[in-house]
């Protein structure tokens, strides 16, 4: 490997990139945009959130129950419905947020002092609002359960506290609702996994289709150069798109960081080198654009949306797809940003995911070299 | 390089694509400090040729040594001596001139100073010293054309292998280019050119008709023009067309070729030809201004090549000329058409 050759090559990317709007676009603009996209892309205003109530028993206590719910600016009870099926479908409908199940042993079991489960159906699809609206939905019943208790040590003289009613919440469509705060780690791996990916699809395929393969394949650069001298500039573009969003996370999405920098960019360097591989690999075998780069979105975005972790938790999934996701290197990354922003636990607690990504970034680094021929057709 | 003096050697190399034989067992050498040209129809397998000389291609069959490499084992090795300016241009758009041959040169291992000497020399004489940082995307066609050889040429290859490098380049253009490549025989360097112009290929030292990926021809261009079976007749008309219609086929008339100012046919017996001619086409209810015998040119052997299938029996004759032909066509540089 010829070091000139080398830096000849990024060279000649770099001022590729720079005078290309569109490879420019793609740096700066789709991590921005799409970190909004993901991590904002849902209303914050969840005051009135409509509430659908079947309430099953009509008692007294019931009604107070409900109408407390009425009391809050939260929400909004925009009907009462008769019919277990009535109340599905005007959530399926988008009719309504939250959907409250009261049950026909509601003051009988009060009355007796035994603990009562409510149930709220809430609408996950934005899972933004719906975690918000679970969290007013569990205040308004703790609220009404320490009036209860109050009531009942009045009644009572002293006893022990009791809290009778709860929340049951179950959350349909995204099954275990996690808040904002916890999304936009996630929002950073997945912005980067398709920012990578899609930045190196490009590169090769745009030389086979203007044409200028042909004369770069006749000198003396090797494939290894060619690769290296096309991913370094993007390894440090990426760096920066990571950092780019990490900062947004944090002084826009109030994010908390509480682990290592270093951490952050060793994972990341790691991540980037198996995105842009797999990116250069598309571009290679491609040889268009247009085909690389909608290889790489669904090779990259789907498996990251869905089997990494960030829309659907890992540990509930069925054990076929949860084996699945060991070969999906977002879920890797994904863990390691979360515990960085969040947790910042000790780094010796990561070493299974920093050893996936790095087996990974190996594999397809080593891939990529091999990948390319210079021959044409 | 190998003992033999020849920079290009082709032994049966052979190509082939889904449905077609781009290249068909091609063989012949090319000597050191030699021009030479291949020329052929659209189709031939000019293309497909250089592509394989300059190692970016892999045969089917047969074998190629280029500047003593072997392409089959050494095609790597090989590109440090090579040269190679694709038909389709190949350089970056978004980079200017100068930094498009700063990356050829870097790629090739020039050191910084010789770049910039060679460079400036080399722009000068393509007469782009001023647009030395002009997006190469932003010139004009003959402009890339010549800022491709430009970048072919920054480093000092042993051979230089041009792709129609003059297609669609102004004549004032091609002069220059010829100079150019002209200086470069000069120091030795061996050239293997396709043209679409014929007029250029008297200008190299040995020319090869391809045809259908097979090799009709190959030899200076004054014994080409003598080793022609007849006479070229010229007819000048205003409609050739129907003219060429009328006469195609007529026994005696191997060949008919349109040409700007009439027609050209390639016949046995010249004056008996003549009479029987105008009579034939006063007969038809045709016009025409002047019958008379032309010297032979490049052209008309190919026409009567590819159209009467006379080339096979030439094939042999290929060798054995080239040495006199250096200096005869040196003198040529100056007299294309
Ligand atoms: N990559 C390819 N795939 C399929 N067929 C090809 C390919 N390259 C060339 N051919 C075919 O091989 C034949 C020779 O093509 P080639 O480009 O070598 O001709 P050429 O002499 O350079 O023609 P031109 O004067 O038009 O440039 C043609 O029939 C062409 O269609
Ligand atoms: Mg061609």
């Known amino acids: 490997m010829n070091w000139n050759r080398l830096c000849a090559m990024a060279r000649k990317e770099m001022i590729q990139i720079r005078r290309d709007a569109r490879s420019i676009g793609i740096v700066i603009a789709m991590p921005i945009v799409m970190m909004f996209a993901f991590g904002y892309g849902v209303s914050f205003d969840t005051k009135h959130i409509p509430v659908y109530v079947y309430d099953q028993e009509k008692s007294q206590q019931s009604q107070d129950f409900v109408k407390r719910f009425q009391a809050s600016v939260y929400f909004n009870v925009v009907k009462t419905v008769q019919s277990y099926p009535e109340l599905v479908s005007a959530i399926d409908a988008g009719r309504c947020q939250i959907g409250l199940v009261v049950p026909p042993d509601f003051s009988k079991k009060l009355r007796s002092g035994q603990k009562v489960s409510v149930q709220a159906i809430f609408d996950g699809t934005d899972s933004n609002s719906a975690s918000l609206g679970m969290s007013y939905t569990e205040a308004v019943a703790q609220a009404h359960s320490q009036q209860l208790q109050l009531a009942w040590l009045r009644g009572r003289g002293q006893g022990q506290p009791r809290l009778p009613v709860s929340v049951d919440a179950r959350t349909w469509f995204n099954e275990n609702l996690e808040s904002m705060v916890t999304i936009v780690p996630g929002v950073v791996a997945m912005v980067m996994a398709v920012v990578g990916t899609f930045l190196t699809s490009l590169t090769v395929a745009r030389e086979w289709e203007r044409g200028t393969m042909e004369q770069l394949i006749s000198t003396p650069v090797t494939p290894l150069e060619i690769m290296l001298g096309k991913l370094a500039p993007y390894v440090v573009i990426g760096l920066a798109d990571t950092s780019l969003c990490a900062v947004m996370g944090v002084w826009w999405f109030g994010v908390p960081f509480r682990g290592h920098i270093w951490v952050f960019l060793l994972s990341t360097l790691l991540f980037l080198i198996v995105v842009l591989s797999l990116g250069y690999f598309f571009s290679v075998v491609a040889k268009t654009q247009l085909a690389a780069s909608q290889v790489s979105l669904i090779a990259t975005f789907l498996p990251a949306f869905l089997l990494s972790g960030f829309m659907y938790p890992i540990d509930q999934m069925p054990a076929v797809v949860r084996g699945i996701t060991h070969v999906v290197p977002a879920r890797y990354y994904m863990a390691i940003l979360r515990n960085v922003f969040l947790k910042g636990s000790p780094v010796l607690t990561m070493w299974q995911d920093l050893l996936g990504l790095a087996i990974f970034a190996a594999v397809l680094g080593l891939a990529a070299t091999r990948v390319f021929r210079k021959k044409l057709a | ?337």
């Open chain 2, 1 to 337: 390089m190998s003992d033999s003096g020849n920079a290009i050697e082709l032994n049966g190399l052979t190509k082939s694509f889904p449905g077609v034989r781009a290249v068909d067992g091609l063989t012949f050498a090319v000597r050191r400090g030699e021009i030479f040209g291949l020329v052929g129809p659209d189709g031939a397998g000019k293309t497909t040729t250089m592509r394989m000389l300059a190692g970016v291609l892999a045969p089917d069959q047969g074998s190629a040594t280029v500047a003593g490499f072997d392409l089959t084992r050494d095609a790597e090795p090989a590109k440090h001596h090579i040269s190679y300016m694709p038909q389709r241009f190949g350089l970056y758009e978004e980079l200017t001139v100068d930094e498009n041959i700063r990356f050829y040169a870097d790629l090739f291992g020039v050191p910084r100073r010789e770049r910039e000497e060679r460079s400036a020399e080399l722009l000068k004489a393509a007469g782009m010293a001023e647009f030395r940082s002009r997006l190469a995307g932003k010139l004009s066609g003959g402009m890339k054309q010549k800022l491709g050889l430009v970048c072919a040429l920054i480093h000092t290859p042993e051979v230089i292998l041009l792709d129609e490098p003059t297609n669609g380049v102004d004549p004032v253009s091609r002069r220059d280019f010829w100079r150019i490549l002209y200086t470069l025989l000069d120091q030795g360097v061996t050239i293997l050119t396709t043209t679409a112009y014929l007029d250029e290929a008297e200008r190299c030292h040995r020319v090869a008709l391809l045809h259908e990926g097979r090799m009709l021809f190959c030899d200076t261009p004054a014994n080409l023009k003598a080793s022609l079976p007849g006479a070229v007749l010229s007819i000048v008309c205003a409609d050739p067309r129907p003219v060429r219609d009328l006469l195609a086929g007529i026994e005696g008339i191997s060949s008919a070729m349109i040409v700007g100012d009439g027609l050209h046919l390639v016949v046995r017996d010249p004056q008996r030809m003549i009479p029987e001619l105008r009579n034939r086409i006063a007969a038809a209810g045709l016009s025409c201004d002047a019958i008379e015998q032309v010297a032979p040119s490049i052209e008309d052997l190919f026409v009567e090549a590819v159209q009467g299938g006379h080339g096979q029996d030439r094939q042999d004759a290929r060798d054995d000329h080239g040495g006199q032909g250096h200096t005869e066509d040196r003198e040529h540089q100056g007299g294309g058409r």
